[in-house]
T-cell receptor, first 114, second 111 residues
């Protein structure tokens, strides 16, 4: 079956530090990969996505590259801000007919301190 | 604003009580979902509806029922609430080629 493994948090960084949140997956076929962000008290919002190998998703200074050879989709940002404090979820969805479900990792909480 | 609307935002139930969580989307999406979020567990799929008129079980369906009332609305019912159902519940909708749009959640406490 499908599964997503994220690095455990919480992660605490100083403002302007470099961020990496690791994500690896197990899936059949050729899944699409996603990063979602959840700010305190809110629902999840799509941050970025990639639909095929070597695609790079990017948004708001965050990037992630779909690496099929290492089954990974690590999230990176060069300089984090206090406003990036949130919980980040990696997720996958299989391709093909009937592929509606997202499988989520457990989430990684990021705290950025001034 | 377009999106997914969930009601209520907060609810406290006594063990054994029943309730229905409502969800509506105005993006004309075909697929809708109910997830629960628990600390350290991430999001787990309860039920989903791939299209109007169909529903299917997800990872954790026991104790829940759903109704896809029309293309816009997808409700989740707890027939006899248990403390183990204390959680934050999220509704979402999507088209197959795109990511999900989530509602803001319902915080349910069963005492």
């Amino acid at each position: 079956g499908n599964s997503v493994t994220q690095m455990e948090g919480p992660v605490t960084l100083s403002e302007e530090a470099f961020l990496t949140i690791n994500c690896t997956y197990t899936a059949t076929g050729y899944p699409s990969l996603f990063w979602y962000v959840q700010y305190p008290g809110e629902g999840l919002q799509l941050l970025l996505k990639a639909t095929k190998a070597d695609d790079k998703g990017s948004n708001k200074g965050f990037e992630a590259t779909y690496r099929k050879e290492t089954t990974s989709f690590h999230l990176e940002k060069g300089s984090v801000q206090v406003s990036d404090s949130a919980v980040y979820f990696c997720a996958l969805r299989n391709s093909g007919a009937g592929s509606y479900q997202l499988t989520f990792g457990k989430g990684t909480k990021l705290s950025v301190i001034p | 604003n377009a999106g997914v609307t969930q009601t209520p935002k907060f609810q406290v139930l006594k063990t054994g009580q029943s309730m229905t969580l409502q969800c509506a989307q105005d993006m004309n999406h075909n697929s809708m979902y109910w997830y629960r979020q628990d600390p350290g567990m991430g999001l787990r799929l309860i039920y989903y509806s791939a299209s109007e008129g169909t529903t299917d079980k997800g990872e954790v369906p026991n104790g829940y029922n759903v109704s896809r009332l029309n293309k816009r609305e997808f409700s989740l019912r707890l027939e006899s609430a248990a403390p183990s159902q204390t959680s934050v519940y999220f509704c979402a909708s999507s088209e197959v080629d795109y990511g999900y749009t989530f509602g803001s959640g319902t915080r349910l406490t069963v005492v």
